[in-house]
Each structure stands twice: as C-alpha cells, then as structure tokens.
C-alpha cells in the first residue's frame, strides 16, 4: 500500500463547477500538507500549503485537513478551463533537516466549456 | 529571475550511453532534489542535497549519482542507461518549510 493514496480521475466538470479533490494517506507523522497543479509538459508550482489540521483559503481555493482521518482535499470554486490541469497531494514529516516530501499519483482534472 | 532552469529539455540516449542533468537555480536555496515522474507512480526522490558539497540518498538512488559543487548547481549523472530509467526528471530547490520550486523537467527515453 503507497504511503499517500490519489484518484488518478480523470475527472471532468463543467465551467462554473465545484470542483472537490483529495487525497488519504497512512504517514500519522506527516504534519504539512500540500496541493501542487502541473500543467502538462510542465513542473509542479504550489498552490496551498497547510500545517496541521484545519482549513486554509486562498481565492478559490480551500484546502482542508483531517488528521484523525488522514484525509486532506482541496476545493476549487467556480472553476475555470484554466484550471484544467493535474493536482498532486503532497506532504511532509515535521522531523529532518531535508523535509522530504512524498507525493500522490496526481488527479488529472479537465475542465470543459 | 530565471528560478530553476534545467538542460537538456529532452534526450535519447541508447542502453548503456552515460549521461548528465543539470539543475541551476538562482534563488540561493540551501535545498535541492531530483525526482523522477512516472505514470501511475507520482514523483519519487533520487537523490537530494541540503548545501553544498553534500548529498544524500533518496527513495530510488540506484543507477543514479549526484554532485553539488556549488550551491546553485545540483547534477545528476546516470553511468549506464537502462530503459527503465525513461522517465520525466524534475529538480527542485527550497528555503524554509514551505516554497518548492521545480523546474520544468527533463523528458529521457532509453532505447
């Protein structure tokens, strides 16, 4: 069993949509949380960084947190085709000088007119 | 402020050709990794770099090796190319928790 768990999708919705993605995972250690967007033939560029449990806004864009369940997701509102795009999960333990991260497989969203 | 860049963009080596990426980042990150992407994996960790002159095995090193000469320079070397290591390469940089950086990828197919 991989560490963190992603729906590859892909998952489709139409412009306007709530779009909900997420991601569990097994580490009870991992304490920073992360939602990468990769365009494609491009490098993941971050999007929303969380410490801990609870939720966190920024624009559109809600990430959320449940440790005792090992679930985080992230919320895109009124979505847009510019968000089509795939959307990694990635998180951290607290302890070490390199924090290294380990990602999900990434959920492929395409965003139609 | 160019942030990461690597070279080459793309490459075919044939099996056992020998060959470098270079990651240069201009952001005075102590930090630097090599991932590599596959389908169906997600990005695993080859090697990784917290300041120069040292370096460290990741989750999948083997095949792979690594030198930081400088600070703003992470190369990552494959000796003996083998078919299994066609992959997409990213290097990332950080400074802080927070704040990756990652560059725009190398695409290596192995023949």
């Known amino acids: 069993q991989k560490e963190v768990e992603q729906d590859p999708g892909p998952l489709s919705v139409p412009e306007g949509a709530i779009v909900s993605l997420n991601c569990t995972y097994s580490n009870s250690a991992f304490q920073y949380f992360m939602w990468y967007r990769q365009y494609s033939r491009k490098g993941p560029e971050l999007l929303m960084y969380t410490y801990s449990s609870g939720n966190k806004e920024d624009g559109r864009f809600t990430a959320q947190v449940d440790k005792s369940s090992k679930y985080i997701s992230l919320f895109i509102r009124d979505s847009q085709p510019s968000d089509s795009a795939t959307y990694l999960c990635a998180m951290k333990e607290k302890s070490g000088t390199a924090s290294k991260l380990t990602f999900g497989t990434g959920t492929r969203l395409q965003v139609t007119l | 402020n160019a942030g990461v860049t690597q070279t080459p963009k793309f490459r075919v080596l044939k099996t056992g050709q020998s060959m470098t990426l270079l990651c240069a980042q201009d952001?005075?990150?102590?930090?630097m990794y090599w991932y590599r992407q596959d389908p169906g994996m997600g990005l695993r960790l080859i090697h990784y770099?917290?300041?120069?002159?040292?370096?460290a095995k990741g989750e999948v090193p083997d095949g792979y090796n690594v030198s930081r000469l400088k600070k703003q320079n992470f190369l990552l070397g494959l000796e003996s190319a083998a078919p299994s290591q066609t992959s997409v390469y990213f290097c990332?940089?950080?400074?802080?928790?927070?704040?990756?950086?990652f560059g725009s990828g190398t695409r290596l197919t192995v023949v």
């Open positions: 770099s917290v300041g120069e002159g040292t370096t």
């Open positions: 990332a940089s950080r400074t802080g928790p927070q704040g990756y950086t």
């Open positions: 952001m005075n990150h102590e930090y």
